[in-house]
């Protein structure tokens, strides 16, 4: 790894409390519950902080949302989708397990996505209070992308049953060819960064654990609902996805922000309200 690519994601690493902010006007359901508590649930990786929020009157065998924040691989800091677990534990009637997994530069792929993976599976082992048949998935943007590669990784396995996987904005290519899409929030530049830092060895780059648009063999995949956003640069990694999907016979939800950027439900607070409500529909009533 080039020095300046590690000094550089070090200090994006560092500073994402403090850097990263969006979704404050959209702080409008949950606010009221409790901190969530944390947990440190074992995986493959070591232990992985899991923070989770759950409603006040679920009882036991309660339906899970496992939650995968953004940030490029390269940011950890779950805290920056506090409010989204905030609203979904508190409209859908979910726990939700908001993963704090580890991001580069201090390790590669694929160990984000097998913390992720573990982290789903525990909560589909049904002997922590949670409903192991209704555990559902998903993220932002490189959460996204995580979110579609537990389901891949969950289907290999066998590990679980996801009944639903919520990408949004996911970036779910690491292996073609950037394009430049002009003037945006995900410049070449940073994915070019992410696939040194965080994706190093470019033979792995095409797996589909690292980039599920590109795996030969979508069948047998949970529903999925599919965010994107018009100005986005990682739009096309969504949509593809989501016809692939439906070439499968999956069910798919495609549902497109027009006019915004990568932040699609901050830059737009009014439509991101049917948006959301939206999603924990769909969180609410998969089985």
């Known amino acids: 790894m080039r020095l300046d690519d590690r000094l550089r994601a070090m200090l994006m690493h560092a500073t994402a409390k403090w850097t990263v902010r969006y979704g ?3 702080r409008f359901a949950g606010t009221d519950l409790p901190r969530p508590q944390v947990f440190r649930v074992p995986t493959r990786h070591g232990k992985v902080p899991v923070h989770v929020y759950r409603p006040p009157g679920l009882g036991t065998e309660a339906p899970a949302h496992v939650h995968f924040h953004g940030g490029a691989w390269l940011m950890r800091y779950p805290a920056m989708d506090d409010w989204w677990c905030r609203y979904l534990a508190a409209t859908a009637r979910v726990v939700v397990l908001n993963v704090d997994f580890r991001t580069g530069p201090y390790v590669t792929y694929p160990v984000a996505q097998h913390q992720c993976h573990d982290v789903a599976a525990w909560a ?18 490189s959460g996204g992308g995580l979110a579609a590669s537990v389901c891949l990784q969950a289907r290999d396995s066998g590990s679980f049953r996801p009944v639903l996987q919520v990408l949004g904005v996911p970036a779910l290519d690491m292996a073609c060819e950037v394009p430049d899409h002009g003037p945006g929030m995900i410049s070449p530049e940073l994915r070019r960064l992410v696939r040194r830092v965080y994706f190093p060895d470019a033979a792995t780059r095409a797996h589909p654990y690292a980039s599920p648009v590109l795996a030969p063999d979508l069948s047998g995949l949970p529903p999925a609902v599919v965010l994107t956003a018009e100005r986005d640069a990682l739009r096309d990694d969504g949509e593809r996805y989501a016809e692939r999907l439906r070439q499968e016979g999956i069910p798919v939800v495609l549902d497109r922000t027009p006019g915004v950027d990568h932040y699609f439900l901050t830059e737009d607070p009014v ?8 999603i924990a529909e769909a969180v609410a009533g998969a089985r």
């Open 24 to 26: 404050d006007d959209l």
């Open 124 to 141: 589909a082992e049904g002997d922590n209070g949670l409903d192991g048949d209704r555990i559902s998935v998903g993220g932002f943007s």
């Open 271 to 278: 439509r991101a309200r049917t948006t959301m409500a939206m």
